[in-house]
């Protein structure tokens, strides 16, 4: 099969599809493998390190998808990229769907093979393209929550961890999943007094188990996040529900209960937002104010730590790209239910009910 892995474009996204690694590892299953020139850089993967991992590297992005046929990526297609995708390429990457209708409808009109690294499944039914990216996500939405808490960048002045004689910030996670897990246990590392909160019990007992005792479980109501968050220094949405959009948790009117300068954190921006003031960011414009408090909503947190991400997320992804170079995506997806899940769009047709529940589309079964 021919791979093609394009720079990515979207704002200050630095990651990229495949390491030289990873595409060592596919020129040896024997497919030809076109990266763009500088592709890899702000990961730390110069030209040079894939041009000695077997690839051919090509000047633009219209080159690239131009000759393959299958597009490896770490971030959905944006617009100028729509009339570069066509009819029977699959492009595997992160979609999220539910939240884009001008992207689905591009990639319904374009025929191509959509392959969401989100809604693919294991054994064991967890996520496994989008846990990676998760951990990292939990983890930089404390980093950045506590630079945000900073009187200079907007917040109330707090430090996470307080001092001693000084009670430290009060953080509020929306959430006890992957995402959840890893903010709480960065957010109790620093010191700070965490709530997680969830609607599964079962959750709230593991959580209560494993987690340091500066973290305490609440079960999710309207009720309780209501009264949660109005002392809360910093709140982080991270509510997943797989392929859809996400539920809004903080309606803007419990903003007027919140203190001026409390920064809300919104992970689940990519499904649409857990609060229902968000709206999108970048990491060059990545907050604004409403009614005095701050929100964080950037789509590509994982951007920021390029090396890092880049490194976790193929770790992840190259099994299924080998499988699916291998086999053809058909026969890839027939050997593994799991993967079949990922297929979200087929030549024109939405094979993903949440999303096509999310527009009112018609949905058609990927068996069909």
Not at 12 to 27: D, F, H, Q, W, Y
Not at 345 to 352: F, P, Q
Request: glycine share 10%; net charge negative; aromatic share 6%.
């Amino acid at each position: 099969m021919v791979i093609g892995i394009p720079k990515e474009i979207k704002n200050n996204e630095n990651r990229v599809g495949a390491t030289p690694a990873g595409v060592k590892e596919l020129v040896r299953h024997g497919h030809k493998v076109y990266v763009q020139r500088t592709a890899g850089i702000g990961s730390g993967f110069p030209d040079e390190m894939y041009v000695k991992a077997g690839a051919e590297m090509l000047p633009s992005i219209e080159d690239v998808y131009a000759k393959a046929e299958m597009i490896i990526k770490v971030k959905e297609p944006i617009e100028p990229e729509y009339a570069l995708v066509r009819e029977g390429q699959v492009v595997f990457t992160y979609f999220h769907f539910a939240c884009d209708e001008a992207l689905t409808l591009a990639m319904l009109r374009s025929g191509a093979v959509c392959v969401a690294y989100e809604t693919v499944v294991d054994r064991q039914g967890t996520l496994p393209l989008l846990t990676p990216m998760s951990e990292v996500a939990g983890r930089m939405s404390i980093q950045e929550g506590a630079r945000f808490l900073e009187k200079p960048q907007g917040g109330k002045g707090k430090l996470l961890g307080g001092v001693p004689g000084v009670n430290p910030a009060k953080v509020v996670i929306l959430g006890g999943g992957v995402v959840g897990r890893n903010a709480a246990l960065m957010a109790a590392g620093l010191g700070a007094r965490v709530v997680i909160m969830d609607i599964s019990l079962p959750v709230l007992r593991h959580l209560s188990e494993v987690m340091p005792k500066n973290v305490t479980t609440v079960f999710s109501s309207s009720h309780n996040i209501e009264v949660e968050v109005a002392d809360a220094d910093l709140v982080v949405g991270s509510v997943l529900i797989p392929g859809a959009k996400a539920p809004h948790l903080i309606t803007s009117d419990m903003l007027k209960d919140m203190q001026p300068g409390t920064v809300l954190v919104d992970v689940a921006i990519d499904q649409g937002g857990s609060f229902e003031t968000s709206h999108p960011t970048t990491h060059s414009d990545p907050v604004y104010t409403v009614d005095g408090i701050v929100h964080y909503a950037v789509a590509n947190i994982p951007g920021a730590v390029p090396y890092t991400s880049t490194l976790a997320l193929t770790n992840a992804t190259l099994p299924y790209a080998l499988r699916l170079a291998d086999m053809g995506w058909r026969d890839a997806c027939k050997a593994d239910p799991g993967l079949a899940e990922g297929v979200n769009v087929v030549d024109g047709k939405i094979t993903y009910k949440a999303v096509a529940e999310a527009f009112g589309l018609e949905y058609t079964p990927l068996s069909l």
